[in-house]
């Protein structure tokens, strides 16, 4: 009966455990709690591929800006 006063320990949860939430849906990367991770439109993206898509982003309304500059410049004419 003695040994298992010892075998308490064995119900603490290691700190380093942490739980599984989410994967990345772009690239398959396992988020755990406490980890950043981001949704979208129900798309579940990691830090890294965030930061892809929010450059996408930034370049897709570039390009609309430049071309609604160029139709006005037209328009102007
Ligand atoms: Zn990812």
């Known amino acids: 009966m003695l040994k298992n006063l010892n075998n308490g320990l064995h119900l603490e949860i290691p700190k380093n455990k942490k739980t599984y939430m989410h994967k ?6 396992e988020i755990f709690e406490g980890d950043n991770c981001y949704k ?3 798309i579940i993206y990691c830090p890294k591929c ?3 898509h929010l450059q996408i982003i930034a370049e897709t309304i570039d390009i609309d800006a ?3 500059d160029l139709e006005n410049k037209e328009v102007g004419d």
Not at 24 to 29: E, F, M, N, P, T
């Open 66 to 68: 430049f071309l609604t």
């Open 40 to 42: 979208i439109d129900g």
């Open 24 to 29: 990345c849906d772009i690239c398959d990367k």
């Open 50 to 52: 965030m930061d892809t």
